[in-house]
């Protein structure tokens, strides 16, 4: 008999997902799915609202990265005003973007992900969370808070709050940089480096035990996707972005957000409130892509810092073109930790940091208009279009996790093939295939979209557990 | 009149205070630095009595009466912070929070809020009412300020400094009950109005209803104290 394994929800995610398994008759897995159960709105209720306000409102939809919404919007806002930013405000958000990947990353890999790899796919799923790894490895416990508060810090210190800043703004900042504040970060850097050193190579360390693994979480040829600067260098904030195929070809370089409002569509799937990204020439799904710190290592040939330089090569050697198993995701995010740290201590030598014209002015010049930015997890897209008042007409935004979407569909069904033999599970086993997806690090509350009617359905249930009423729309 | 008849003494929460004929219990209690807390009155501006924070109880009336229009009387014994009073105050935050759309979180008034403010200060820690959640205009037709009916809480301070301290009124009030509203000339687009562009309604809205378009972000304090002097270097000359 055919039957279906739900993992509902998927854990250590930010967000609410769960994972259905399919089985046919002889009980090998048939189909994989990984469903995005909430919806959101934000595109809808953004409407009339007046453009400038876009960057606080859109920052709500995310609490672990609200600075990359904050940027992503401020530049969509910056290209309804046709403004370029004074250079201090562009180096100042960029170090709040780099702050808050730290952050994010380090949220990823040490509370998300290190359960799994300090502890094992099948210890004690009681134990196996942040509280156990910090019992059993102490000391990677404290790096990883470490790095967090490295991050969230950071952003305190820019923006006055840790969650939700104010301080980025349509134009640039709202204030520039005090020289106590950039002295109590470089104060904060050596310390983030022994850190970010002890998780590198605690995971080195580990990640041959996990080969199984690195060879089915999501391991297949595909694109990429993310943003490049003109020397070749990793970036996060500004530069264009660039899209390279399963041989590490360039399909199309010095994409800018508007040209990646033509050439990216989105394709919707009846199982989930996340839709699923595609490079229009390419068609679906075969135009679909990764992004993200794999994809991002896996399309620049240069991190720019030296430490993160040297950690690149060293990636680059998994494999000979792009490294293709999601596994690497984690290292990936150590790699782009390091070169966090790295540059936040090069802007803070910029001469230039502590200049107090960190802000351009301007009313509505273009009605419509693009930003983006990489988030932690990949890229972001905002698009907005205005009336002449600079009302919001439309907006769209398209977000990392559903440009990995495809990805993670693929990646949980070929672990799910791997580990469900003959119908028969364990729960170590189904663990593996969450992991699939806690590689990605997806956002899912970013993400959610409704498509024209979505199919809805109320049980109603009694006491014994019983259906005894049910209603389907859609 | 003589001096002597000018002076009045009354008691305010137990203190004995004396006031000028003509004074307003509001006056003469932030004269003696007693707290009551306020949202339409403005200081340079007339008073309305319209949001009703600033209701005292006095011996031997039944009704409780708004502090910033009721004159001082000899021998009037007043209590400012009763618990019936705290009640009340609460509760006609709650109707203001519940009437429009106020969400402090994305406001651009979030932490400069006389709102917000009271809120805190009058330890409301959740609203009791259903929600209206009204859609309501936001009129951004002006070249350098915006109207977002959403968080209008219908004060008048606009409508009062345009027509008193500016002499434009081009604000009003539109509709009555539920259905009022502020509007700009004869219910024209702010941007296509006589508004001379002072921008002094921007600064005496207590709540993000009025802003600035370039001050959006966490930098849009408020700044009403002028008031008080503009008149008094007006009547000065």
């Known amino acids: ?474 | 009149m003589s001096g002597e008849s000018d002076v009045k003494t009354l008691v305010i929460d137990e203190q004995e205070v004396s006031a000028r004929s003509g004074q307003t219990i509001l006056e003469v209690a932030r004269e003696n630095e007693i707290d009551i807390p306020t949202l339409c009155h403005l200081d340079g501006l007339s008073d309305v009595g319209a949001c009703r924070l600033c209701l005292v109880e006095i011996k031997g009336s039944n009704k409780l009466l708004p502090a910033c229009v009721t004159t001082v009387q000899e021998g009037m014994e007043i209590s400012t912070g009763t618990e019936r009073l705290r009640a009340h105050r609460r509760t006609i935050l709650e109707m203001l929070f519940a009437e429009r759309n106020h969400i402090c979180s994305v406001c651009v008034s979030n932490g400069h809020c006389e709102l917000q403010t009271l809120a805190q200060e009058q330890g409301l820690t959740h609203v009791r009412l259903p929600y209206r959640n009204p859609e309501l205009r936001v009129d951004a037709s002006h070249e350098r300020f915006t109207i977002d009916h959403n968080r209008c809480i219908l004060c008048t301070r606009c409508v009062r400094v345009c027509a008193e301290v500016e002499g434009a009124h081009i604000w009003d009030v539109m509709g009555r009950g539920i259905d009022s509203i502020i509007i700009s000339d004869l219910n024209q687009p702010w941007g296509e109005s006589a508004c001379t562009r002072c921008g002094k309604c921007v600064q005496v809205c207590p709540t993000g209803a009025l802003f600035d378009k370039s001050k959006i972000g966490s930098d849009h304090p408020k700044y009403p104290d002028f008031l008080p002097y503009l008149n008094l270097m007006r009547e000065a000359k």
Not at chain 1, 169 to 188: C, F, N, Q, W, Y
């Open chain 1, 1 to 474: 008999m055919s039957q279906t394994i739900t993992i509902d929800p998927v854990t250590r995610l930010e967000g609410h997902g769960k994972i259905t398994i399919h089985l046919n008759d002889a009980g090998e897995v048939e189909n994989a799915n990984f469903h995005v159960t909430q919806v959101r709105g934000f595109e809808r209720f953004s409407e009339g609202r007046p453009f400038y306000e876009m960057p606080s409102l859109m920052a709500r939809i995310c609490g672990i990265c609200p600075v990359s919404h904050l940027v992503a919007s401020a530049k969509a806002c910056e290209a309804i005003m046709a403004v370029r930013i004074p250079h201090t405000a562009a180096q100042l958000r960029r170090m709040l973007n780099l702050a808050q990947m730290v952050q994010s990353h380090a949220l990823s890999f040490f509370y998300l992900s290190s359960p799994d790899l300090l502890l094992g796919m099948e210890s004690d799923p009681v134990k196996r969370n942040i509280l156990g790894v910090a019992a059993a490895k102490p000391e990677l416990g404290r790096a990883g808070i470490g790095l967090r508060r490295f991050g969230q810090h950071i952003i305190e210190l820019l923006g006055n709050k840790r969650i939700h800043p104010g301080w980025v703004v349509p134009g640039g900042v709202t204030e520039p940089l005090a020289s106590a504040k950039r002295d109590e970060i470089l104060a904060m850097i050596p310390e983030a480096h022994k850190n970010l050193r002890l998780a590198l190579d605690a995971y080195k360390q580990i990640a041959s035990s996990f080969k199984a693994e690195i060879g089915v979480f999501a391991n297949f040829p595909s694109n990429y996707l993310g943003l490049i600067n003109d020397d070749e260098s990793i970036e996060f904030t500004d530069g264009a972005l660039r899209l390279i195929d399963a041989k590490g070809n360039t399909i199309e370089d010095g994409m800018t957000a508007t040209r990646f409002t033509e050439a990216i569509g989105e394709a919707v799937e009846p199982y989930s409130y996340t839709k699923f990204a595609y490079y229009k020439p390419l068609g679906y799904p075969d135009g679909s892509y990764r992004v993200g710190p794999l994809a991002r290592l896996n399309i620049v040939s240069k991190m720019g810092t030296p430490q993160a330089e040297v950690e690149l090569a060293e990636f680059k050697q998994l494999a000979a073109g792009p490294v293709e198993s999601s596994f690497h995701y984690h290292h990936a995010r150590l790699v782009e930790i390091l070169y966090g740290i790295e540059k936040i201590e090069e802007i803070l030598s910029d001469p230039k940091i502590l200049d107090s014209h960190v802000r351009a002015t301007a009313g509505v010049n273009r009605l419509e208009g693009a930003g983006q930015a990489e988030a932690p997890r990949g890229t972001l897209m905002h698009n907005y279009k205005v009336d002449e008042n600079g009302k919001i007409l439309w907006a769209n935004l398209v977000i990392a996790t559903g440009q990995n979407n495809n990805a993670m569909n693929r990646g949980v069904l070929q672990a799910a093939k791997h580990y469900v033999k003959d119908g028969k599970f364990t729960e170590g086993l189904l663990n593996r295939v969450e992991a699939v997806v806690r590689t990605f690090d997806p956002c899912l509350s970013c993400s959610t979209h409704a498509f024209g009617q979505m199919p809805l359905e109320v049980s109603l249930v009694d006491a014994c557990g019983e259906a005894v009423d049910r209603v389907v729309r859609g």
